[in-house]
């Protein structure tokens, strides 16, 4: 065989295919996955010349390697022989390398489509190459003009369907809906697969995966302004009250969490948000009852939370007004609630938007509660995100009590001062001896997490637009210091996003 041309690597893989073609013996599997790898980061291997515009059946490599590989899994005993898919995984590296057209200059348009219903490693190579060749014409026309998308989202609904599968679909959807694919709307939200999409929402089995689904289209949905069918993502309150399992309510509620962050993404004016109003009520009764519910207390209050959380932080109109009403018909910020000492409504008030608060509940929940307890610390970071709520708590933010604090609590309290800047400007004109003692002159930290909160807090310090006065000079010194010696016009700052979501 003339192997003139190819590097040592792929000869020897080559001829490795070749004996077990003839013998049947097992794939070594070790030898051809790091081939792969070899051959993922070097294009050169099957391509060494790239000028040349011969066209890939001129293409000595893949003349070579396509029919040998075809053989094998066209063979009898190929799944006992390679039992970890290493020759599907060499198949999918090398057909990563073309496009769509030239795969099928390779392959029949059916090797596609039973392929999608064949081997689940062959099904997930497939997809891929839809996904990586989504934007092309050649590829539309199959979505469009074959059963392509039928064995697709059939397997994907499959009751038994493996997660690399499932993942890869939810891959190729959202990949669709990034690109703003028509496909989105002239099949997947067309009447066409209704019937598979009313079987998969009606079926306990189905419900979570199907919503799953919805969420992967509901970009789309948004920013197209498509009317979704209100049964496809609205739940009933007894889909959540009467369900015996436990995993499912929960996931059921983070549902409706993962939507109101993609509206607050991605819609403006949504149809959306009016139609789930309800459920988001019904969400809030269900929330009501955990006092005398442990299940709810114990799995579903948290989730709950999140979902408010995600309510408070939404710029989108119509859910600032819905957020209002929860606030003021609700009653789940009253101070009392914290004494029922559920950790809950603790993490209620230590994550919703203190800004979307009215001043008198938060006034109210810091004058029954003392802040520098261990137990409602949290709910003291969280209002400091709220310039009105920290002017009505710096009396109590002097130096008298900060320094009493435990360094892991008082540095997170100068960490969370040092992201605002009414906060930084109170740190520095308000408590110097806070600034000289904790972080200008600050004492030895060994112990790691505090040693983070400080250098976080410098950092915060000396790469704002406040105004540091005498403590630039030595909040900067300690600073470089605590970033191996590096001056600090050579460090770049770093933004915390999940600090930035509580901006």
Same mark, same amino acid.
């Given at each position: 065989?003339d192997?003139?041309?190819?590097?040592?690597s792929?000869v020897?893989i080559h001829?490795?295919l070749?004996?077990?073609?003839n013998?049947?013996?097992?794939v070594?599997?070790?030898?051809?996955?790091?081939?792969?790898l /070899?051959? @993922?980061?070097?294009r050169?291997?099957i391509?060494?010349?790239?000028?040349?515009?011969g066209?890939?059946?001129?293409?000595?490599f893949?003349?070579?390697f396509?029919p040998?590989?075809?053989?094998l899994?066209n063979?009898e005993h190929?799944?006992?022989i390679?039992?970890e898919?290493?020759?599907?995984?060499?198949l999918d590296a090398i057909l990563?390398?073309?496009?769509?057209e030239?795969?099928?200059?390779?392959?029949p348009?059916? =090797?596609?489509?039973?392929?999608?219903?064949?081997d689940?490693?062959?099904?997930?190579m497939?997809?891929?190459?839809? %996904?990586?060749?989504?934007k092309?014409?050649?590829t539309n026309?199959?979505f469009?003009?074959?059963?392509?998308?039928?064995s697709?989202?059939?397997?994907?609904f499959?009751k038994?369907?493996i997660? &690399?599968?499932?993942?890869? $679909?939810?891959?190729?959807?959202?990949?669709l809906v990034?690109i703003?694919?028509? $496909?989105v709307?002239?099949?997947?939200?067309?009447?066409?697969?209704?019937?598979?999409?009313?079987?998969?929402?009606?079926n306990?089995?189905q419900?979570? #995966?199907?919503?799953?689904y919805i969420?992967?289209?509901?970009?789309y949905?948004?920013?197209?302004?498509?009317?979704?069918p209100?049964?496809y993502?609205?739940?009933s309150?007894l889909?959540?009250s009467?369900?015996d399992?436990v995993?499912?309510v929960?996931l059921?509620?983070?549902?409706?969490?993962k939507?109101i /962050? %993609?509206?607050?993404t *991605?819609g403006?004016d949504?149809?959306?948000?009016?139609?789930i109003?309800?459920c988001?009520k019904?969400?809030?009764?269900?929330?009501?009852?955990? /006092?005398?519910d442990?299940?709810?207390?114990?799995f579903?209050?948290?989730?709950?939370?999140? +979902?408010? *959380?995600?309510?408070?932080?939404?710029?989108?109109?119509q859910?600032?007004? =819905?957020?209002?009403? $929860? $606030?003021?018909?609700?009653?789940l910020f #009253?101070s009392?609630?914290?004494?029922?000492?559920l950790?809950c409504?603790?993490?209620?008030l &230590?994550?919703?938007?203190p800004?979307?608060?009215?001043l008198?509940i938060?006034?109210?929940i810091v004058d029954?509660?003392s802040v =520098?307890?261990?137990?409602?610390?949290s709910?003291?970071?969280?209002?400091?995100g709220?310039?009105?709520?920290?002017?009505?708590?710096?009396?109590r933010?002097?130096?008298a009590?900060?320094? #009493?604090l435990?360094?892991d609590?008082?540095?997170s309290?100068?960490?969370?001062?040092? #992201? =605002?800047?009414?906060? @930084?400007?109170?740190?520095? &004109?308000?408590?110097?001896?806070i600034v000289?003692?904790?972080?200008?002159n600050?004492p030895n +930290?060994?112990?790691?997490?505090?040693?983070?909160?400080?250098?976080?807090?410098?950092?915060?310090l000396?790469?704002?637009?406040?105004?540091?006065?005498v403590w630039?000079?030595?909040i900067?010194?300690n600073?470089?210091l605590?970033c191996?010696? %590096?001056?600090?016009?050579?460090i770049?700052?770093?933004v915390?996003?999940?600090?930035r979501s509580?901006q």
């Amino acid at each position: 065989m003339d192997y003139t041309g190819l590097d040592s690597s792929s000869v020897k893989i080559h001829v490795h295919l070749n004996e077990i073609l003839n013998s049947d013996k097992e794939v070594n599997a070790t030898l051809i996955e790091n081939y792969i790898l /070899q051959l @993922r980061n070097n294009r050169s291997i099957i391509f060494p010349d790239e000028q040349s515009d011969g066209g890939i059946e001129l293409n000595k490599f893949i003349y070579l390697f396509v029919p040998t590989i075809n053989n094998l899994l066209n063979g009898e005993h190929y799944h006992e022989i390679d039992p970890e898919r290493a020759v599907i995984g060499l198949l999918d590296a090398i057909l990563a390398y073309l496009n769509i057209e030239e795969i099928l200059q390779l392959y029949p348009v059916d =090797f596609i489509i039973n392929g999608l219903m064949a081997d689940s490693a062959i099904c997930c190579m497939i997809i891929r190459i839809l %996904r990586n060749n989504a934007k092309s014409e050649t590829t539309n026309k199959l979505f469009n003009e074959t059963t392509i998308f039928d064995s697709i989202l059939s397997r994907y609904f499959e009751k038994d369907t493996i997660l &690399s599968v499932v993942n890869q $679909v939810e891959l190729l959807i959202s990949e669709l809906v990034s690109i703003s694919s028509t $496909v989105v709307s002239t099949k997947l939200l067309s009447g066409e697969f209704k019937a598979l999409y009313d079987q998969a929402r009606n079926n306990k089995d189905q419900l979570v #995966k199907f919503l799953d689904y919805i969420l992967l289209l509901v970009p789309y949905v948004l920013e197209e302004s498509y009317d979704l069918p209100k049964n496809y993502y609205i739940l009933s309150y007894l889909e959540f009250s009467d369900n015996d399992d436990v995993l499912q309510v929960v996931l059921l509620i983070q549902f409706y969490s993962k939507l109101i /962050q %993609r509206i607050n993404t *991605f819609g403006e004016d949504t149809k959306l948000f009016p139609n789930i109003k309800p459920c988001l009520k019904d969400l809030i009764l269900f929330f009501k009852t955990r /006092q005398n519910d442990d299940i709810v207390q114990s799995f579903y209050s948290n989730d709950i939370v999140d +979902v408010l *959380f995600h309510l408070s932080y939404s710029k989108v109109p119509q859910v600032i007004v =819905f957020n209002k009403e $929860v $606030v003021c018909q609700y009653e789940l910020f #009253k101070s009392y609630n914290l004494f029922l000492h559920l950790d809950c409504d603790i993490k209620l008030l &230590s994550t919703f938007n203190p800004r979307a608060l009215p001043l008198e509940i938060v006034e109210d929940i810091v004058d029954e509660i003392s802040v =520098f307890n261990q137990r409602y610390f949290s709910i003291l970071l969280n209002c400091i995100g709220s310039e009105q709520v920290f002017n009505k708590l710096t009396p109590r933010l002097n130096t008298a009590a900060v320094s #009493k604090l435990s360094f892991d609590m008082l540095y997170s309290l100068l960490l969370r001062m040092s #992201k =605002f800047e009414y906060s @930084r400007e109170y740190l520095i &004109s308000g408590l110097p001896s806070i600034v000289s003692d904790y972080l200008a002159n600050p004492p030895n +930290v060994s112990e790691s997490e505090i040693w983070n909160l400080k250098k976080d807090t410098l950092q915060n310090l000396l790469f704002s637009d406040t105004d540091l006065n005498v403590w630039h000079d030595p909040i900067s010194k300690n600073f470089s210091l605590m970033c191996n010696g %590096r001056k600090v016009q050579d460090i770049l700052p770093q933004v915390d996003i999940a600090d930035r979501s509580l901006q």
